[in-house]
């Protein structure tokens, strides 16, 4: 089992900028990357990005691609999520999450229901 705590989320203005952390805790050995998953009222989760433990291989969705920067800390078992310029539309509760099976494509790193553990979420708004 892997435990993930999301921090950091909170209200901002358009434009602006927010870090949310995610600390895993438990068997993050079995993990092979992290993601960053968000849901706003009345849409399906999305995928944001993602990132590999080895190799810090990472991968985002379109719509906030030159925006958000993944990192993550080996030493810490932490995941961050730097998102800068934010809009309105950004606005949702951003979920951490963790997955076993190996990803060699986008379109694998963002197929939510690969990922095996997840956190809680926190609520991000952006106010315009």
């Known amino acids: 089992q892997v435990q993930l705590v999301e921090s950091g989320g909170g209200l901002v203005q358009a434009g602006g900028s927010l870090g949310l952390t995610c600390a895993a805790s438990g068997r993050t050995f079995d993990s092979y990357a992290m993601g960053w998953f968000r849901q706003a009222p009345g849409k399906e989760r999305e995928f944001v990005a993602a990132?590999?433990?080895?190799?810090?291989?990472?991968h985002y969705a379109d719509a906030v691609k030159g925006r958000f920067t993944i990192s993550r800390d080996n030493a810490k078992n932490t995941v961050g999520l730097q998102m800068n310029s934010l809009k309105p539309e950004d606005t949702a509760v951003y979920y951490c999450?963790?997955?076993?099976?190996?990803?060699?494509?986008?379109?694998?790193?963002?197929?939510?229901?690969?990922?095996?553990?997840w956190g809680q979420g926190t609520q991000v708004t952006v106010s315009s």
């Open positions: 990132i590999t433990w080895i190799g810090g291989n990472t």
């Open positions: 999450s963790a997955r076993t099976i190996p990803a060699y494509t986008r379109a694998a790193f963002a197929s939510r229901a690969q990922y095996d553990y």
